[in-house]
């Protein structure tokens, strides 16, 4: 069945550290690969997606992903974290084949100033 | 362009009663999409509509169903509530073209926040 792993429920950082949030997942076939992310008190919005193509995709906010097809991975990191970057984090995988879009569990990430 | 429009914002309910959400997709996206979101556990996929029609369900039990218009709108219903059925339900609306056309991107609406006593 299609799966979705976040290793990293919960970071802490100071701003300017650098960012990596791991994101594994499961499923045979062709996927399209995306991040979301929640703001406090807002809706869920798309960071960055890969469909195809350069497995480094770069999103908004300076937030880049690689996609690795081999250890079935897209880690989305950030050179230099913000205050403003304090969020929860969704990774997502979907099907070519049912375009079903399943998420992780999330990883919520704090940055202090 | 409005965005995805899901009511009522809040509700509270007691356990065995039923519920019915309401979600207004974007103007011209034809799927709309429903998660459970708490916390811990992620977005958790229920279903998706695409013209009417459920096109991909989750491993969630009969209580809970859903239906789409021909206006694209969309309603689901979960009965018998119970207690683990608080949770924020959000909806999402995409174009939802098939396959390599699909753009895959979601967008959501800030969600029906679900109490059950």
């Known amino acids: 069945a299609q799966s979705v792993s976040q290793h990293n429920h919960h970071v802490i950082l100071s701003e300017a550290a650098s960012l990596e949030l791991g994101c594994n997942y499961s499923y045979g076939g062709t996927v399209n690969l995306f991040w979301y992310v929640q703001y406090p008190g807002q809706h869920l919005q798309l960071l960055l997606k890969y469909f195809s193509g350069d497995p480094l995709v770069k999103g908004i906010k300076g937030f880049e992903a690689e996609f690795i097809k081999s250890k079935f991975s897209f880690n989305l990191r950030k050179p230099s974290v913000q205050w403003s970057d304090t969020a929860e984090y969704f990774c997502?995988?979907?099907?070519?084949?049912?375009?079903?879009?399943?998420f992780g569990t999330g990883t919520r990430l704090q940055v202090f100033p | 362009k409005a965005g995805v429009t899901q009511t009522p914002r809040y509700l509270i309910k007691t356990r065995g009663q039923q519920v019915t959400l309401s979600c207004s997709p974007i103007s011209g996206h034809r799927s709309v999409s429903w998660y459970q979101q708490t916390p811990g556990q992620g977005l958790q996929f229920l279903f998706e509509y695409f013209s009417e029609t459920q096109r991909n369900k989750g491993n969630f039990p009969g209580r809970f169903s859903g239906r789409q218009f021909s206006n694209s709108r969309s309603e689901m219903n979960v009965s018998t509530l119970e207690l683990g059925d608080s949770a924020l339900y959000l909806c999402a609306s995409s174009l939802a073209a098939r396959g390599r056309q699909n753009t895959g991107e979601l967008f959501f609406g800030e969600g029906s926040r679900l109490t059950v006593l």
């Open positions: 997502a995988a979907q099907s070519y084949n049912t375009d079903k879009l399943i």
